[in-house]
T-cell receptor, first 115, second 115 residues
Framework: AQTVTQSQPEMSVQEAETVTLSCTYD???????LFWYKQPPSRQMILVIR??????QNATENRFSVNFQKAAKSFSLKISDSQLGDTAMYFC????????????FGTGTRLKVLA | GAGVSQTPSNKVTEKGKYVELRCDPI?????LYWYRQSLGQGPEFLIY????????DSGLPNDRFFAVRPEGSVSTLKIQRTERGDSAVYLC?????????????FGPGTRLTVT
């Protein structure tokens, strides 16, 4: 069975600084997708970034980028130029490409951006 | 356009009662997912619908939980004989198709409290 581990329950960063959130996963699959989701206090999960395992190039979306290390089964999220609106829970998620395409989420990292 | 909506936003019920939670997906989305998020945890998969049929219900914790999607649009999650351990936020997500290249859009969730 696949598992996702986020070992940082809470993190804080000064506004405009850079922060990296860690995620490791375990799977025997060779092809899969990885995601980072943001969950603000409104509870609505918002997709931040997506990475396909067969693509070696790390995904980027504006201030958000990932460091995908397939051999190490590591998928960290880097947030550059942190903004107050980035304050939220961040969840790492795994999805395999066989079956029903359901997410397997980690336990989350609570990020607080300080003014 | 309208996103995924869920009603009610909050539901308080007594132990042993029956509850129904409703999800209105984005129009035209054929895939619909239910997840349960307990306090301090990431969302956990419950059930996946492709169209009207439940393609994967392996996440339902026991036979007190049941979900339907009779016309391939709105879905209802039904919980019989509620227990205090059922207290959680129930999230619904929909996507155009059940495939990781199609983003899953989440609703704001229903917070269920069983007293």
């Amino acid at each position: 069975a696949q598992t996702v581990t986020q070992s940082q329950p809470e993190m804080s960063v000064q506004e405009a600084e850079t922060v990296t959130l860690s995620c490791t996963y375990d799977t025997s699959e060779s092809n899969y997708y990885l995601f980072w989701y943001k969950q603000p206090p409104s509870r609505q999960m918002i997709l931040v970034i997506r990475q396909e395992a067969y693509k070696q190039q790390n995904a980027t979306e504006n201030r958000f980028s990932v460091n995908f290390q397939k051999a190490a089964k590591s998928f960290s999220l880097k947030i550059s130029d942190s903004q107050l609106g980035d304050t939220a829970m961040y969840f790492c998620a795994f999805m395999d490409t066989s079956g029903t395409y359901k997410y397997i989420f980690g336990t989350g990292t609570r990020l607080k951006v300080l003014a | 356009g309208a996103g995924v909506s869920q009603t009610p936003s909050n539901k308080v019920t007594e132990k042993g009662k029956y509850v129904e939670l409703r999800c209105d997906p984005i129009s035209g989305h054929t895939a619909l997912y239910w997840y349960r998020q307990s306090l301090g945890q990431g969302p956990e998969f419950l059930i996946y619908f492709q169209g009207t049929g439940a393609a994967d219900d392996s996440g339902l914790p026991n036979d007190r939980f049941f979900a339907v999607r009779p016309e391939g649009s709105v879905s209802t999650l039904k919980i019989q004989r509620t227990e205090r351990g059922d207290s959680a936020v129930y999230l619904c997500a929909s996507s155009l198709m059940g495939h990781p290249s199609y983003e899953q859009y989440f609703g704001p969730g229903t917070r269920l409290t069983v007293t």
